[in-house]
């Protein structure tokens, strides 16, 4: 069994990435555009916002310019595909990998320690809640106010263009769309959404890492199909309420995971439990669907 601090751990961890899995959201789902610099904007969004920490700035001031510095990188891979004509996965890869660079540029060493600073959850210790309890608390509300933004942008003229464009470009542009406008505009905030998961999991961990960015592609998308598993995305709504359910769950699974004896799994053996986790969220719907069909035949 988990102990309270591994599952307010979890949970914590979770809804960070249910930042992710809705950036992941914009671009995969809606844009139908396969990106990768998530890999690289999570460590750029840490690394702004530590570096900006450090330098005496406001946390909430360096937390939203970690967001725009994710929304940059996104525009830039955006722009490889719409104005050079660049593959938008490959145009996603060279992001990914210049960011590398960048990242150690902001930093000017590898990590960036911030145990000692002041960040966006030291307020909140005073409010005599468990240690633990601090970060679950401010994070509900941050994905709280993130998905009811991002529910009303996509109700809105602009959002219904965005899904427009990913449903089907050619009509969208037959009908005065500006579709690459579209792409920029989405997949800038997609990764403006993975910037402020890089700030708030850096300000919470305590440290910003270039290599913190390795893998969160495969846990945002592990977080969204497994979401889309359990919790039917027929609305925009439905959609976004199971990309923070397929985050904690997949969080709670890792954690149990680890801490279960009698399996033997250990830290090194996180690559592995996630490749699982996504192969079993992507099969069980459609095994789901087919026992369904077998059993209405039946009945019929």
């Keep these: 069994m988990l102990s309270n601090i591994a599952l307010y751990g979890a949970i914590e961890t979770g809804l960070i990435y249910g930042l992710v899995a809705f950036g992941i959201y914009l671009s995969f789902r809606v844009l139908d555009f396969p990106d990768l610099t998530v890999d690289g904007s999570f460590p750029l969004g840490a690394a702004v916002a530590a570096v900006l920490i450090i330098d005496g700035w406001n946390p909430w001031l360096a937390t939203g310019c970690a967001v725009l510095a994710g929304m940059a990188a996104g525009a830039v891979t955006a722009l490889l595909n719409v104005k050079l004509n660049i593959l938008n996965l490959l145009a996603s890869i060279l992001t990914m990998i210049a960011l590398y660079s960048v990242n150690l540029r902001i930093m000017g060493r590898p990590n960036v320690a911030l145990l000692t600073e002041e960040t966006v959850l030291t307020p909140w210790y005073d409010l005599g809640l468990q240690f633990h309890q601090v970060p679950v608390l401010l994070f509900v509300i941050v994905v709280f106010i993130a998905l009811i933004l991002l529910w009303r942008f996509m109700k809105s003229e602009t959002g219904l263009a965005m899904r427009a464009t990913g449903a089907n470009a050619r009509?969208?542009?037959?009908?005065?769309?500006?579709?690459?406008?579209?792409?920029?505009?989405?997949?800038?905030?997609?990764?403006?959404?993975?910037?402020?998961?890089?700030?708030?999991?850096?300000?919470?961990?305590?440290?910003?890492?270039?290599?913190m960015g390795v893998g969160v592609i495969v846990i945002g998308l592990a977080s969204l199909i497994g979401g889309e598993a359990v919790v039917t995305p027929s609305t925009v709504f439905r959609a976004l309420i199971a990309c923070v359910v397929g985050a904690i769950i997949y969080r709670l699974a890792i954690a149990f995971a680890l801490n279960a004896d009698f399996l033997g799994l250990q830290?090194?053996?996180?690559?592995?439990?996630?490749?699982?986790?996504?192969?079993?969220?992507?099969?069980?719907?459609?095994?789901?669907?087919?026992?369904a069909g077998k059993l209405s035949r039946k009945k019929a």
């Design 171 to 211: 009509m969208a542009r037959a009908q005065g769309i500006a579709t690459g406008a579209m792409i920029v505009l989405g997949v800038a905030l997609s990764n403006g959404l993975v910037g402020l998961a890089g700030a708030l999991f850096a300000q919470s961990q305590g440290a910003a890492d270039v290599t």
């Design 267 to 291: 830290a090194q053996d996180l690559n592995l439990i996630t490749a699982v986790l996504v192969t079993l969220a992507i099969v069980l719907p459609g095994v789901r669907t087919s026992i």
